[in-house]
C-alpha cells in the first residue's frame, strides 16, 4: 500500500500553501505568524483531504455566517471523495468486506449528535446532525441509526465496495492480518472545527473507520469527548489516528478542559499526545494520532505522536496546509 503522504517532506512556505484569489500581493511576513496568533473567522481540519473540505466550509461560512453548517458541509466533500478510503461508503471495509461509518458534529452549546456502525448511507455527518435537531439522544448506532436514516428520507446507498477498495481487501483476505501502518490511509478520519466572526463555534467528525476492523468495532469519531469536542466558553478540539488510543484518554474533552485552565491550543495538544504515549507505551511505534485545536480567541494549535499528520486551515487572508509537529521526531 503506498503511502500518500510523501509530500509532507516539501517545504510548508512551498507548494502547500495557496493563497485566495485576490490576495497574491499579500505581504510573506504573514505566513510566519505563530500558532498563537489569533485568528477568526478560522476553519480547521485534518490532513491533506482537509484543503478541499476547508473551501467548502468557508463558502458556506461567508454566505451563511452559520459555523454548524459550514462544519457539515465541509466534510460532506470528503465523504464523496472516491480518492479517500478511510471516509465515506467508498472507504476499506471491515473484516467482513462491509463498510461501515461513523460520525459526530458538535455546537459550542453543548447540543450534538452522532452515529455509530451505520451503513448505507452516503453522508453519515449529515445523519448525525439529524440526531441532534431532530430526536433527544445524543448517538444512535447500527440498525437504528439506519432505521432513523430511512425515516428521516435519506436514501439508502447499495452496499458494493468501490473498485479501490475492492481491490485492497482481496488483496486483505490472502493473509487476513490485521496491524496498524501509522499514517498510510486506513485510520485518517476528518475532523473539522471551526470559529465565527461571532465567536460561535462548532466541529464535525467522520470516518469509515479502521480498514479490516472486526465487524461492529466503533472508534472515537462518533464519541463526543473523544474524537471531538466543542466549548463556546473556552474552545474546540477534534482527533484522528488510532481511535482505541484516543478513546483512553477522552483526548479532544482533555484538551479542551486544559484550556480551560489557561493553556494554550498548542500546549494543550502537546500534553493530550503526552499523556496518550504513555497510556499505550508498550505499542506506541504504531500508533499514529494527532490532534487539532481552537480557543475562543481563534488562537490553534496542533500535535502528533509521529511525524506524518498535517491539518488544513482557512482564514479571510490565506489558506494552507501546514506540518503539525510530533512527540517522536
Known sequence: MSNRRSFLKKSLLGSSLILPSGLA????????????EKQKP???????????????????????????????EGVKVTELDMDNLSVG??????????????????????????????????????LARKVMDETPHVMLAGEGARQFAIAQGFPMEEETLSPRAEEM???????????????????????????????????????????FKMHGRVGDSPI????????????????TGLGESIIRI???????????????????????????VAKNSKDIKDIQAGFLAVNKDGEYGAYAVHPGFNFAKHHQTDKSLVDSKSWFK
Not at 46 to 57: F, I, L, V, Y
Not at 101 to 124: E, N, W, Y
Not at 195 to 211: E, F, H, V, Y
Request: hydrophobic content about 40%; charged content about 20%; some cysteine.
Open 42 to 72: 478560522l476553519i480547521l481540519s485534518t490532513w491533506e483531504h482537509g484543503m478541499p473540505a476547508n473551501d467548502r466550509a468557508w463558502e458556506v461560512l461567508m454566505q451563511s455566517d452559520n459555523i454548524v453548517d459550514a462544519v457539515e
Open 169 to 211: 481487501y482481496q488483496e486483505w483476505k490472502i493473509e487476513s492480518k490485521y496491524k496498524p501502518i501509522i499514517n498510510i490511509e486506513n485510520h485518517d478520519t476528518i475532523g473539522m472545527i471551526g470559529i465565527g466572526a461571532d465567536g460561535k463555534m462548532a466541529g464535525s467528525c467522520t470516518t469509515s473507520g479502521l480498514a
Open 89 to 126: 461508503l467508498q472507504g476499506l471495509p471491515d473484516r467482513e468486506g462491509i463498510p461501515t461509518l461513523d460520525a459526530s458534529i458538535m455546537k459550542g452549546d453543548g447540543s450534538c449528535g452522532t452515529v455509530a456502525f451505520v451503513r448505507q448511507v452516503r453522508h453519515p455527518i449529515s
Open 250 to 276: 477522552c483526548g479532544s474533552f482533555l484538551i479542551v478542559e486544559l484550556m480551560r485552565q489557561g493553556r494554550t491550543p498548542q500546549e494543550a495538544c502537546e500534553e493530550a499526545v503526552k499523556r496518550l
Open 224 to 239: 463526543i469527548g473523544a474524537g471531538l469536542y466543542v466549548d463556546d466558553e473556552v474552545g474546540a478540539a477534534t482527533a
Open 25 to 36: 500581493s499579500a505581504s510573506a511576513s504573514f505566513f510566519k505568524k505563530s500558532l498563537s
